[in-house]
C-alpha cells in the first residue's frame, strides 16, 4: 500500500494499523474492485473540509454548515456512504478571506482531508481557489454562485452549486425589461466580487434597457448600518431598488426603505430570501411583494405538504435538528448540498482518490435532490461545473413566497 494512504489512514482513526499483506489490492480473478484511496479516505472514513461564518458578517449563514454536519451524521447513523463514515471537519473563517486562507491550508496540509465542500463566500473561496487549485484538492459545491467558480478551464478542481450571479441577476434584468421598460433602477451591492458580479448580469439581462439605471450604491460589509446608502437611493427618483445586499445588510435595506417611506418595486437577491433570518428581521409586512428568484422548495408552502421530498427533509428536521426553524432558507440550501455530495461519493465506491472525486462530480445526470424544485436537476460533465440553471421567479406574500411565471433557464453562455 502507498505510504501516502498508510499516513491517511492512521490520521484519520487516530491508533497505528496492522497492514495486512494484499490489503486493498484484489486478487486474481477477484470480482471485487481495486480500493484507492488518497490521504483523508481509508476503509472506514472519509474526512471532508468547509470553511464556514460562524461569525462575523454573515453569522446568520453559519446555519448551512450546521445543517450539513447534521445531514451527514444521519448518514453515519444509517452506516455511511459505502461502509464509511463521513469526518465533516468545519473551520470558522468569520467571512474573512485572511482568515479562510489560514484555516484551508490546515485542513488541506495538517488535516488531511480529501476534499473540501461548500465552502462560503466569494471574495472567501476566491482567496485559496488558485491554492486548491495547485494542490489538485477537490473544491466542490462552493456555497457562492461567483461565475467564475464553474470555469472548468481556469479551475479544474473547483465546481460551484448553485446557478451562477450572473445567471440569476440576468433574470432579474430581463424581468425589469419585459415588465418595467421604462422603470428608473437603483442598485445596492457590496463593493467586493460578489456585487460586481452580481451587477454585470443585472445589466447584462437589462441589455437596451441598462441606460434605466440612474444610481448605483456599494457598501462595506464591514460597515454597521446601510441607512444612508438607501437614502441616496431613495432621493435618486428611482421606482425600482434592486436590492443586491447579503442577509443582514439586506434585511437593514428593507427595513430603511419602510422607514423613510420609499416603496419601489423591491428585487431581492436570491441569496437573502430567507424568511427567518432576513425578512422577520426586516419586519414581514415590509417585505410584502418583494421579487426573487429560487430554485429550492419552500417549506412553509402549501404545494409541497404532500411531497414525498418534503416528507423526508422534515423528518430530518425533527430528528436531527430539533428546535431550528425548517422555513429556513439556508436549512434548506445546507440539506440539498450535503445531499448533493453524497450522491457524488456515493458514485465513488471504492476508489477514494481525488481525481476520482472530481470525475464523478462531473457525472452528475439529472440528479434530484429533495428539496429542489421538481424540474430542477443536478447535472455537470467535464466542461459544465455549473450543476444548477435553473430558477423560478416568486413573490413575498406577506406570509411566504409565492411562485409566478415558469421557470427560468439560467442563461449563462458557457465557454
Known amino acids: 500500500m502507498p505510504r501516502h494512504a498508510r499516513e491517511a489512514r492512521s490520521a484519520c482513526l487516530g491508533v497505528a494499523l496492522t497492514i495486512l499483506t494484499g490489503l486493498a489490492v484484489a486478487a486474481p480473478g477477484s470480482a471485487h474492485e481495486e480500493k484507492r484511496y488518497d490521504p483523508g479516505a481509508s476503509d472506514t472514513a472519509i474526512k471532508i473540509g468547509n470553511t464556514a461564518p460562524y461569525s462575523g458578517p454573515l453569522s446568520s449563514n453559519g446555519i448551512i454548515a450546521r445543517t450539513e454536519a447534521a445531514y451527514f451524521k444521519m448518514i453515519n447513523d444509517q452506516g455511511g456512504v459505502n461502509g464509511r463514515k463521513i469526518e465533516f471537519i468545519s473551520y470558522d473563517d468569520a467571512y474573512s478571506p485572511p482568515k479562510t486562507v489560514e484555516q484551508t491550508r490546515k485542513l488541506i496540509e495538517i488535516v488531511e482531508v480529501l ?62 425589461r419585459e415588465n418595467y421598460p421604462d422603470g428608473k433602477i437603483a442598485v445596492l451591492s457590496s463593493n467586493d466580487d460578489f456585487g460586481r458580479d452580481n451587477i454585470k448580469g443585472l445589466k447584462d439581462g437589462l441589455g437596451d434597457a441598462a441606460g434605466n439605471v440612474v444610481a448605483e450604491v456599494t457598501y462595506e460589509t464591514s460597515a454597521p448600518t446601510i441607512d444612508s446608502e438607501l437614502v441616496k437611493l431613495k432621493f435618486s427618483g428611482a421606482s425600482i431598488f434592486v ?49 426573487t428568484a429560487s430554485y429550492s422548495k419552500d417549506p412553509a408552502d402549501a404545494a409541497w405538504k404532500d411531497d414525498p421530498g418534503l ?61 429542489l424544485l421538481p424540474d430542477i436537476a443536478l447535472t455537470t460533465s467535464p466542461s459544465d461545473h455549473y450543476p444548477i440553471e435553473r430558477m423560478q421567479l416568486q413573490k413575498f406574500d406577506g406570509r411566504n413566497w409565492a411562485r409566478f411565471g415558469t421557470g427560468v433557464e439560467g442563461m449563462l453562455d458557457k465557454k
Open 115 to 176: 476534499l473540501l465542500f461548500n465552502q462560503l463566500g466569494t471574495p472567501t473561496t476566491m482567496s485559496v481557489i488558485k491554492y486548491v487549485n495547485a494542490r489538485k484538492v477537490p473544491q466542490l459545491f462552493i456555497a457562492a454562485g461567483a461565475t467564475v467558480f464553474g470555469d472548468h478551464r481556469a479551475y479544474p478542481w473547483s465546481m460551484g452549486f448553485q446557478p451562477s450571479y450572473q445567471s440569476e441577476t440576468r433574470i432579474y434584468g430581463k424581468y425589469l
Open 311 to 371: 416528507k423526508r427533509f422534515s423528518d430530518f428536521m425533527a430528528e436531527h435538528m430539533p428546535g431550528e426553524d425548517q422555513d429556513n432558507s439556508y436549512v434548506v440550501y445546507g440539506y440539498n448540498a450535503a445531499q448533493a455530495l453524497v450522491e457524488v461519493l456515493k458514485q465513488c465506491k471504492d476508489d477514494l482518490t481525488r481525481a476520482n472525486v472530481m470525475r464523478q462530480a462531473e457525472a452528475l445526470n439529472g440528479a434530484h435532490l429533495d428539496m
Open 243 to 291: 436590492n443586491f445586499a447579503s442577509a443582514k445588510f439586506a434585511a437593514q435595506a428593507i427595513k430603511k426603505a419602510a422607514e423613510i417611506g420609499w416603496k419601489p418595486v423591491h428585487i431581492l437577491h436570491g441569496n437573502s430570501q430567507s424568511i427567518s433570518a432576513v425578512l422577520k428581521p426586516a419586519g414581514l409586512e415590509n417585505a410584502r411583494d418583494i421579487i
